[in-house]
């Protein structure tokens, strides 16, 4: 059960903001394996100024910064599964019209006693 949080740009947010979760939750599917009702999205749009980044570091131009942080439990194969995701990420993303050189995503691992949702195994 992956949970996402994204920060990015309010108008960004009122403009595709559906969208992008649209297309967070179909990378999931296709990169994670995990089930299309595994959903957990959290958005923090955010004002102007709020998200500070430098706009070439690492040899990456920036217009703008969509931050994607993901906590998932440690279980997905490197190469097999979370490449897999940011590259559909990308990709959906490009279909969005947002550029890859914009897009920050953040894996966090835990084990499953870090998680309650709902019920207690």
């Not at 957990?40 to 040899?59: N, T, Y």
Request: glycine letters at 6%; a negative charge; proline letters at 4%.
């Amino acid at each position: 059960m992956p949970l996402i949080q994204v920060d990015l740009d309010r108008q960004l947010w009122e403009e595709k903001g559906k969208a992008i979760s649209g297309a967070i939750q179909r990378a999931q599917v296709e990169g994670l394996r995990i089930p299309a009702e595994d959903l957990f999205h959290v958005f923090r749009p955010r004002e102007a100024g709020e998200i500070v980044f430098h706009p070439s570091f690492g040899g990456v131009e920036r217009r703008s910064l969509i931050v994607i942080r993901v906590v998932f439990v440690h279980e997905h194969p490197v190469v097999k599964h979370k490449y897999a995701f940011y590259e559909a990420v990308a990709r959906e993303f490009a279909d969005l019209g947002i550029r890859s050189d914009d897009i920050m995503i953040c894996v966090t691992e835990n084990t499953y006693e870090d998680w309650y949702a709902g019920y207690v195994n």
